[in-house]
């Protein structure tokens, strides 16, 4: 398994009152609708926003929860109200993490024929099972050095992209993905990935996909459409992550899954294990 640290929390710059207004107008929620969500009142919401009443612990872990702030996030809440931390970052490679790095390895790996991989919140890579290295034959040394990214990898033209036979679209998607995660988690890490992989050119529309090929098979979601040794695979993704975590790594860990998208590909990649 590869490791990849996270960055620490974002030290706060900034009373707890402005950060909980900035968090709760991003959500698009009142200052009545969060006091009603959080069994508190609006007069106490605007206090607290304004500085003018200093929140509890609890409360800020409240008004955290309901405005679904991330886990790094809720640390730098509770730093600028004067408490410590709550949740801790434990390396993925602590001892106290075994149990998630094993659960993962099994996962991962109880998935194969199919690919399967597990990144960070900067889309690092990891862990990856023989789904995941197969679709990459191919791609060069230079952008297999650790740490591994996943949209890089996926959007660089020396990486996957030209094999992707419905780029503009799955680019699309990615990208998508991307500026969503920035306005969750206001990463600047994440907003200089977005510049770098949108910037990188898009091949020719040859690499667009086979309009009779892709009517061929009804998707319910947006495929990849990926060529692999003069086949063209079908994958639907899915992602997923862990419910209620208390430890800021285990927040950011998210668990990409490519299910085949017609049969064709699932039978060839049964026909790849080993019996």
Known sequence: M?????????????GVGPLLRAWREQRGVSQLELALRADSSARHISFVETGRSR????????????????????????????????????????????AVREGIERLIQGYEPYPALVFDAGYHVVAANRGIMMLLDGVPESLLQPPLN???????????????????????HLLEQIRRQIALRRSESLRELYEEVAAYPVPAPESEPDPEQADAVPYFALPMRIEH?????????STSTFNTPMDVTVAELAIETFLPADPATAKYLHSLSPA
């Open 55 to 98: 929140p509890s612990e609890e409360m800020v872990l409240r008004l955290a929860e309901h405005l679904e702030v991330p886990v790094r996030e809720r640390n730098a809440l509770l730093l600028a109200a004067g408490y410590a931390p709550r949740f801790p970052e434990t390396p993925l490679d602590d001892p106290a993490l075994d």
């Open 229 to 237: 040794e003069g086949r063209t695979l079908s994958f639907i993704s």
């Open 150 to 172: 996943t949209m890089r990898l996926t959007l660089h033209p020396e990486g996957l992209a030209p094999r992707i036979r419905n780029l503009r679209e799955w680019r699309g």
């Open 2 to 14: 590869t490791i990849v640290h996270s960055a620490a929390a974002t030290p706060p710059t900034r």
